[in-house]
Nanobody, 118 residues
Framework: QVQLVESGGGLVQPGGSLRLSCAAS????????MGWYRQAPGKQRELVAG???????NYADSVKGRFTISRDNTKNTLYLQMNSLKPEDTALYYC????????????WGQGTPVTVSS
Protein backbone atom coordinates (compact mmCIF):
# COMPACT_ATOMS: atom_id res chain seq x y z
CA GLN A 1 0.00 0.00 0.00
CA VAL A 2 1.40 3.39 -1.01
CA GLN A 3 1.39 6.15 1.55
CA LEU A 4 1.93 9.84 0.91
CA VAL A 5 2.63 12.20 3.79
CA GLU A 6 2.54 15.96 3.27
CA SER A 7 4.23 18.50 5.50
CA GLY A 8 5.31 22.12 5.45
CA GLY A 9 2.00 23.91 5.62
CA GLY A 10 1.28 26.73 8.02
CA LEU A 11 0.36 30.36 8.47
CA VAL A 12 2.21 32.90 6.37
CA GLN A 13 1.74 36.57 5.59
CA PRO A 14 0.87 37.73 2.07
CA GLY A 15 4.01 37.87 -0.03
CA GLY A 16 5.66 35.16 2.02
CA SER A 17 6.91 31.72 1.04
CA LEU A 18 6.40 28.12 2.07
CA ARG A 19 7.77 24.82 0.84
CA LEU A 20 5.53 21.80 0.96
CA SER A 21 6.91 18.27 0.99
CA CYS A 22 5.27 14.97 0.12
CA ALA A 23 7.14 11.89 1.27
CA ALA A 24 6.23 8.63 -0.44
CA SER A 25 6.49 5.20 1.17
CA UNK A 26 7.81 3.74 -2.07
CA UNK A 27 10.14 4.73 -4.85
CA UNK A 28 8.62 7.61 -6.77
CA UNK A 29 10.04 6.08 -9.93
CA UNK A 30 6.96 3.85 -9.80
CA UNK A 31 4.63 6.79 -10.42
CA UNK A 32 3.77 7.94 -13.92
CA UNK A 33 2.77 11.31 -12.52
CA MET A 34 2.61 13.23 -9.27
CA GLY A 35 0.96 16.48 -8.41
CA TRP A 36 -0.22 18.99 -5.88
CA TYR A 37 -3.89 19.82 -5.51
CA ARG A 38 -5.68 22.20 -3.22
CA GLN A 39 -9.15 22.64 -1.87
CA ALA A 40 -10.37 25.86 -0.34
CA PRO A 41 -13.47 25.94 1.89
CA GLY A 42 -16.60 25.70 -0.21
CA LYS A 43 -14.68 25.08 -3.42
CA GLN A 44 -13.78 22.08 -5.51
CA ARG A 45 -10.38 20.49 -5.36
CA GLU A 46 -8.16 21.82 -8.12
CA LEU A 47 -4.82 20.95 -9.66
CA VAL A 48 -2.05 23.32 -8.64
CA ALA A 49 0.99 21.73 -10.26
CA GLY A 50 1.93 18.41 -11.78
CA UNK A 51 5.01 16.54 -12.91
CA UNK A 52 5.24 13.43 -15.03
CA UNK A 53 7.80 10.66 -14.86
CA UNK A 54 9.41 12.18 -17.91
CA UNK A 55 9.74 15.52 -16.20
CA UNK A 56 6.95 17.42 -17.94
CA UNK A 57 5.59 20.16 -15.71
CA ASN A 58 2.24 21.88 -15.69
CA TYR A 59 0.81 24.61 -13.49
CA ALA A 60 -2.52 26.22 -12.87
CA ASP A 61 -2.62 29.68 -14.41
CA SER A 62 -3.18 31.21 -10.99
CA VAL A 63 0.19 30.00 -9.68
CA LYS A 64 2.43 30.26 -12.75
CA GLY A 65 5.57 32.20 -11.98
CA ARG A 66 5.03 31.87 -8.23
CA PHE A 67 5.01 28.13 -7.50
CA THR A 68 7.55 25.50 -8.50
CA ILE A 69 7.06 21.76 -8.37
CA SER A 70 10.06 19.48 -8.08
CA ARG A 71 11.03 16.04 -6.87
CA ASP A 72 14.01 14.37 -5.25
CA ASN A 73 14.13 10.78 -6.45
CA THR A 74 16.78 9.86 -3.88
CA LYS A 75 14.47 10.93 -1.05
CA ASN A 76 11.23 9.75 -2.68
CA THR A 77 9.85 13.21 -2.04
CA LEU A 78 7.81 15.69 -4.04
CA TYR A 79 8.05 19.40 -3.28
CA LEU A 80 6.07 22.54 -3.94
CA GLN A 81 7.91 25.81 -3.47
CA MET A 82 5.36 28.58 -3.05
CA ASN A 83 6.48 32.19 -3.31
CA SER A 84 4.61 35.49 -3.34
CA LEU A 85 1.72 33.88 -1.56
CA LYS A 86 -1.69 35.52 -1.72
CA PRO A 87 -4.72 35.16 0.54
CA GLU A 88 -6.49 33.29 -2.27
CA ASP A 89 -3.84 30.57 -1.99
CA THR A 90 -5.33 29.60 1.36
CA ALA A 91 -6.44 25.98 1.15
CA LEU A 92 -5.74 22.43 2.18
CA TYR A 93 -2.97 21.16 -0.09
CA TYR A 94 -2.87 17.52 -1.13
CA CYS A 95 -0.25 15.39 -2.81
CA UNK A 96 -1.39 12.87 -5.41
CA UNK A 97 0.47 10.07 -7.16
CA UNK A 98 -0.66 7.98 -10.11
CA UNK A 99 0.51 4.40 -10.45
CA UNK A 100 -0.19 2.27 -13.51
CA UNK A 101 0.08 -1.47 -13.04
CA UNK A 102 -2.70 -3.93 -13.79
CA UNK A 103 -4.97 -0.92 -13.36
CA UNK A 104 -4.67 2.80 -12.76
CA UNK A 105 -4.36 3.66 -9.09
CA UNK A 106 -4.45 7.13 -7.59
CA UNK A 107 -3.06 7.73 -4.13
CA TRP A 108 -3.65 10.81 -1.99
CA GLY A 109 -2.04 12.22 1.08
CA GLN A 110 -3.97 13.52 4.06
CA GLY A 111 -3.37 17.17 3.20
CA THR A 112 -1.46 20.01 4.80
CA PRO A 113 -3.14 23.36 5.50
CA VAL A 114 -1.85 26.64 4.12
CA THR A 115 -3.23 29.91 5.42
CA VAL A 116 -2.15 33.22 3.93
CA SER A 117 -3.23 36.08 6.11
CA SER A 118 -1.92 39.21 7.72
Amino acid sequence: QVQLVESGGGLVQPGGSLRLSCAASTSIFRFVAMGWYRQAPGKQRELVAGITAGGTLNYADSVKGRFTISRDNTKNTLYLQMNSLKPEDTALYYCKAKLIGLRVEDYWGQGTPVTVSS
